[in-house]
């Protein structure tokens, strides 16, 4: 199992320019998470989604969007780029059940807007 | 007041030291703790994880609640150059589910350990 896959690794965007950072699991998860990471400020929470077609705002949804086509993948739509969103962004997927409350995270996408 | 305080350090540390890690939070609807620990450009892993209070060991790390006192600890025993990594808080007032949504991290605490 590859776990939680994130594309790119890092980007740097221009102001204005929109971007997708992708998100793939293959543990069949219904739960998936997009958290962005910003120093000193711990994991917020952007979007989360319970199932295939089903998403839903998280902390801080402003300046992104999300689909959930497939159970498998999860990709954070950036539009309009702003320097506010220069961050490591975190995909992460979790069992449905009651279990331990372990939230499997990708390695992480850091991206620069300049 | 953020509803999890968790200090940033850095913690630089010798190499077989006791090392304790801290939260503070103020909802006292939070039942279900976690520790996660994130090396450098890696995603966050799950540590440990407790329920209500109380203490849980596993191996050279023992975790501590105190909901009297609404402080949750992280002990590391022996402390070894492989612990270095930055230490997250993570707590919730329920579990399963989507809970997701509903943890709150704190901002992770740096943790050197010098061989």
């Known amino acids: ?114 | 007041q953020k509803e999890v305080e968790q200090d940033p350090g850095p913690l630089s540390v010798p190499e077989g030291a006791i090392v304790s890690l801290n939260c503070t939070y103020s909802n006292s609807a939070f039942q279900y703790f976690m520790w996660y620990r994130q090396y450098s450009r890696k995603g966050p892993e799950l540590l440990m994880y407790t329920y209500s209070s109380g203490n849980k060991e596993d191996g050279r790390f023992t975790a501590q609640v105190d909901k009297s006192s609404k402080y949750i600890s992280l002990f590391i025993r022996d402390s070894q150059p492989s612990d270095s990594a930055t230490y997250l808080c993570a707590m919730s007032a329920e579990i399963g589910g989507e809970y997701g949504n509903k943890l709150v991290f704190g901002a992770g605490t740096i943790l050197r350990v010098k061989s």
């Open chain 1, 1 to 114: 199992n590859a776990g939680v896959t994130q594309t790119p690794k890092f980007r740097i965007l221009k102001i204005g320019q929109s971007m997708t950072l992708q998100c793939a699991q293959d543990m069949n998860h219904n739960y998936m998470y997009w958290y962005r990471q910003d120093p000193g400020m711990g994991l917020k929470l952007i979007y989360y989604s319970v199932g295939a077609g089903i998403t839903d705002k998280g902390e801080v949804p402003n300046g992104y969007n999300v689909s959930r086509s497939t159970t498998e993948d999860f990709p954070l739509r950036l539009e309009l780029a702003a320097p506010s969103q220069t961050s490591v962004y975190f995909c992460a997927s979790s069992y449905s059940d009651r279990r331990t409350g372990e939230l499997f995270f990708g390695e992480g996408s850091r991206l620069t807007v300049l």
